[in-house]
């Protein structure tokens, strides 16, 4: 089960730090991204983490403006946002691959086995 956390009402240009807990299983055995499905758009992946850390993918929409990250220790995993604008408006998910699920596959959204609930963000224009 993955359950986020930190959603919420935030005004153009601030931030936000969404965590999402891992229980029943070991996270750090799986790549795993966070996804958005905007208001009349498709859903989108935004950003994914390799099981180790060490490779990570960002979507063009919100490179250099967020950061992934992951707390195998802790079963943990985040998404720090920064610079909100609008346009960010959305219902963020945290999701894990499988087994074999590579880091680009996973934010291509194939592979993608395991999804948490989602949280929502809204950034008032």
């Known amino acids: 089960q993955l359950v986020p956390s930190g959603g919420g009402l935030v005004q153009p240009g601030g931030s936000l730090r969404l965590s999402c807990a891992a229980s029943?299983?070991?996270?750090?055995?799986?790549?795993i991204g966070w996804f958005r499905q905007a208001p009349g758009k498709e859903q989108e992946g935004l950003s994914c983490?390799?099981?180790?850390?060490?490779?990570?993918i960002y979507a063009d929409s919100v490179l250099g403006r967020v950061t992934i990250s992951r707390d195998n220790a802790q079963n943990m995993m985040y998404l720090q946002m920064d610079s909100l604008t609008p346009e960010d408006t959305g219902v963020y998910y945290c999701?894990?691959?499988?087994?074999?699920?590579?880091?680009?596959?996973?934010?291509?959204?194939?592979?993608?086995?395991?999804w948490g609930q989602g949280t929502q963000v809204t950034v008032p224009s």
């Open positions: 999701a894990a691959g499988d087994s074999i699920t590579t880091v680009q596959a996973m934010c291509l959204m194939l592979g993608v086995y395991n």
């Open positions: 029943g299983f070991t996270l750090g055995n799986y790549a």
């Open positions: 983490i390799s099981r180790s850390g060490e490779s990570t």
